[in-house]
Structure formats: structure tokens, C-alpha cells
């Protein structure tokens, strides 16, 4: 079994900066691809960034592309998001993925992972 914990969320103003961590423990043999998603209220989790098949491209939504910025580490078993110029509308759960293999050729749609955190909260006020 496979568990994911995220840290590194809170309340920051407009134009602040947050970084994001996620840890796998458990049997992580082999490492992970790993993805940050997110949930606001009413909406549905969306793609905010994360690795292509084989790790040749880097996925971010059109909305924090050049504020966000995703790393692995070296046994890709955690994944970070750095999080700069903090929106209001950034405001969200922020969820770490991860799976063996991606299911599928989309790592931005959330049925590409097995395994999921419990979430840490991003609160952006202008």
C-alpha cells in the first residue's frame, strides 16, 4: 500500500508564494509519476501540473503556467510545487497524485493515478 501526504499549504495575500510538498511511503519501489491537483468548492478537480509518460514534457494548466512550477525528487517519490504570484482564484484543496505507471496518455485528468492524498488547503485573499 501505497500512502501520500501532502503539507505546505495556508493563507497567504495576493502575489504571495506557497511550496507545496508531497511524500509517498509505503512500497515505493520503482518511484512514482506524481501530480498536484485541485478542488475549489462547486468545481471539479482539475490538472494543475504534473509529468508526461516517460517524463518528457511538464503539464500546467493554462492558468498557472509561469507562477507554478513542479519537481520531483531524485527517487520520485516526493513531488514539490512551488507556488508563486498567489491569485485568489488559486484558492483550492490541493491534492498530490500518484501511480506507478499513468493510466492513460493525460496526466493532467485525475482517473491517470492510483493513489491519492488527503489534500492541503490554499487560501489566497486579495
Known amino acids: 500500500q501505497v500512502q501520500l501526504v501532502e503539507s505546505g499549504g495556508g493563507s497567504v495575500q495576493a502575489g504571495g508564494s506557497l511550496r507545496l510538498s508531497c511524500a509517498a511511503s509505503g512500497y515505493t519501489r520503482g518511484g512514482f509519476y506524481m501530480g498536484w491537483f485541485r478542488q475549489a468548492p462547486g468545481k471539479e478537480r482539475e490538472g494543475v501540473a504534473c509529468?508526461?509518460?516517460?517524463?518528457?514534457?511538464?503539464y500546467y494548466a493554462d492558468s498557472v503556467k509561469g507562477r507554478f512550477t513542479i519537481s520531483p525528487d531524485n527517487a520520485k517519490t516526493s513531488v514539490y510545487l512551488q507556488m508563486n504570484s498567489l491569485k485568489p482564484e488559486d484558492t483550492a484543496m490541493y491534492y498530490c497524485?500518484?501511480?506507478?505507471?499513468?493510466?492513460?496518455?493525460?496526466?493532467?485528468?485525475?482517473?491517470?493515478?492510483?493513489?491519492w492524498g488527503q489534500g492541503t488547503q490554499v487560501t489566497v485573499s486579495s
Open positions: 497524485a500518484a501511480a506507478p505507471q499513468l493510466s492513460g496518455d493525460d496526466c493532467y485528468r485525475p482517473s491517470a493515478y492510483r493513489y
Open positions: 509529468f508526461s509518460r516517460g517524463f518528457r514534457s511538464t
